[in-house]
């Protein structure tokens, strides 16, 4: 029985990727591509075309019901989470800090802001790589936590060197801590949820367990 070429695989499986096609359909075309080849013997690359010309193929048949997202869903759907751990980390840490009932919001609030989020935003999508990946997920993972580290480090550092004693305006404590973990939560299900849709699904082994 002759089973399908890895470089083949690896190749597909990348060309479905940069298409942004679900993890459950990419695992259902793997398989289909698996069996054909287990059946016949045939080249993959004669019963299906080479890799990228396949992968169009199947994003043709697709829609956001069928495993392809829009292209300003997913982009709407990372600056969401890369937001979202941002206000929640600052609130959090700024009413854990917090030395009074209030929490001011000072400039070196609003710097930390832009330089969180526009860490949080890589950070995120590397995240999700190195969750998704098949193999090599660390070489994703590493580079995401550094810039997870970078990020939130990035909070005191700019209180330390900016103007953090002006406020512009001033919230409660609790309202701080409140906010703060619903954002954080937010942010964790939405990239957990987009996790889920981009892991990859062996059909087969679904059906087993």
């Known amino acids: 029985m002759m089973t399908l070429d890895r470089k083949y695989r690896d190749e597909l499986i990348l060309a479905l990727r940069l298409r942004d096609i679900s993890g459950e359909r990419v695992g259902d075309v793997i398989a289909e591509v698996e069996a054909h080849v287990a059946e016949t013997g045939e080249d993959p690359r004669v019963a299906f075309g080479p890799p990228k010309e396949y992968a169009a193929k199947v994003a043709e048949q697709l829609d956001t019901r069928t495993g392809k997202p829009s292209k300003l869903r997913t982009v709407v759907g990372t600056i969401t989470v ?4 941002f206000v929640g980390a600052s609130m959090l840490l700024s009413a854990l800090q917090a030395d009074g009932a209030l929490v001011p919001v000072t400039p070196a609030d609003l710097v930390a ?25 660390r070489k994703y993972g590493v580079p995401a936590a550094i810039a ?16 953090d ?39 087969r082994s679904a059906r087993t367990r």
């Open 82 to 85: 890369g937001v979202l751990s």
């Open 113 to 137: 802001a832009v330089l969180c989020v526009c860490l949080l935003l890589p950070a995120t999508m590397l995240t999700f790589r190195a969750a998704t990946a098949v193999t090599g997920g």
């Open 148 to 163: 997870y580290i970078a990020g939130v480090g990035g909070m005191p550092l700019s209180k330390l060197l900016l103007d």
């Open 165 to 203: 004693e002006t406020a512009i305006f001033e919230i409660t404590s609790s309202m701080a801590l409140a906010v703060g973990l619903v954002a954080l939560l937010g942010a964790i299900l939405m990239l957990w949820q987009a996790i889920r849709y981009g892991r990859i699904v062996d059909p």
